[in-house]
């Protein structure tokens, strides 16, 4: 094994300019760099050229001993070969993000962030696939079930994703998809659903996630390291926040008083 090497995946290879840029721009888990943008731009800039994508939150962490905040990501992507359309699975190592990119998406563990439909790339939380791989018809179709509600099934060459979405126990169903498209897409609010026990039904803490990923460095962090973790990404933002707001009522009330 290479030390030293941050960028991990299978079933990719990458070209070895781009190879060298993106280790240049993501550094390695042992240092500090202070990023100027979230790391998932880079990473969309890598699959920009493949037909689809759909970029999921795999996998967060916080390294006490670097003081890192850290993310990890699986990534689908669409190539069109001469016969078919074939969809890849690859996952990726660990990037550092910072505080507040990592509070922004605490509660998006397991979900997609980012995807790539028709040649647009868009950056909204959402249960995986909603993006662009459930509801059309290139990968699938509706059925009804025995009680008359709607559901999503992939066809078989695509079983692959049905797999990775796991829909044979959590179902995507029609009436989910609609409220998200209707109520969530457009301001871009993270939609997580509701569970049928109740709370959430994607997301970090729902069970959809947890049972997915039971061995992920965040689910097997003690509850108090995670709410401990919360608590201080969450302060910071608001002291950014606050900051922010301050900055700009200073320049309009100078901008006043110039205009006397």
């Given at each position: 094994m290479i030390e030293k090497v941050c960028i991990q995946a299978k079933n990719i290879v990458f070209?070895?300019?781009?190879?060298?840029?993106?280790?240049?721009?993501?550094?390695?888990?042992?240092?500090?760099?202070?990023?100027?943008?979230?790391?998932?731009?880079?990473?969309?800039?890598?699959?920009?050229?493949?037909?689809?994508?759909?970029?999921?939150?795999?996998?967060?962490?916080?390294?006490?001993?670097?003081?890192?905040?850290?993310?990890?990501?699986?990534?689908?992507?669409?190539?069109?070969?001469?016969?078919?359309?074939?969809?890849?699975?690859?996952?990726?190592?660990?990037?550092?993000?910072?505080?507040?990119?990592?509070?922004?998406?605490?509660?998006?563990?397991?979900?997609?962030?980012?995807?790539?439909?028709?040649?647009?790339?868009?950056?909204?939380?959402?249960?995986?696939?909603?993006?662009?791989?459930?509801?059309?018809?290139?990968?699938g179709r509706w059925q009804t079930d025995g009680s008359g509600r709607s559901f999503w099934v992939f066809y078989g060459q695509y079983r692959l994703l049905s797999d990775l979405f796991r829909m044979g126990r959590y179902p995507y169903y029609r009436s989910s998809y609609n409220e998200y498209y209707s109520g969530y897409y457009s301001t871009g609010r993270p939609y997580y659903g509701s569970a049928s026990g109740g709370g959430y039904r994607y997301g970090t803490n729902s069970e959809y996630t947890k049972s997915s990923r039971p061995n992920s460095k965040w689910n097997e962090r003690p509850t108090s390291f995670k709410r401990d973790v919360r608590n201080r990404v969450k302060r910071s933002s608001q002291r950014t926040r606050s900051n922010s707001r301050y900055k700009g009522s200073s320049s309009r009330s100078r901008s006043g008083r110039a205009g006397k």
């Open positions: 070209p070895l300019l781009s190879l060298a840029i993106l280790l240049v721009g993501f550094g390695c888990s042992d240092t500090k760099p202070k990023y100027e943008k979230p790391l998932i731009d880079l990473l969309i800039q890598q699959y920009r050229p493949y037909e689809d994508f759909s970029i999921i939150l795999y996998d967060m962490d916080y390294d006490e001993g670097s003081k890192n905040y850290r993310h990890q990501y699986q990534v689908l992507y669409t190539s069109i070969s001469s016969t078919d359309t074939l969809i890849n699975d690859s996952i990726t190592g660990w990037y550092n993000v910072d505080e507040m990119y990592f509070n922004k998406h605490i509660d998006n563990m397991g979900m997609e962030i980012a995807f790539k439909k028709d040649g647009k790339i868009e950056k909204k939380a959402a249960p995986p696939g909603y993006g662009n791989y459930v509801g059309n018809e290139r990968y």
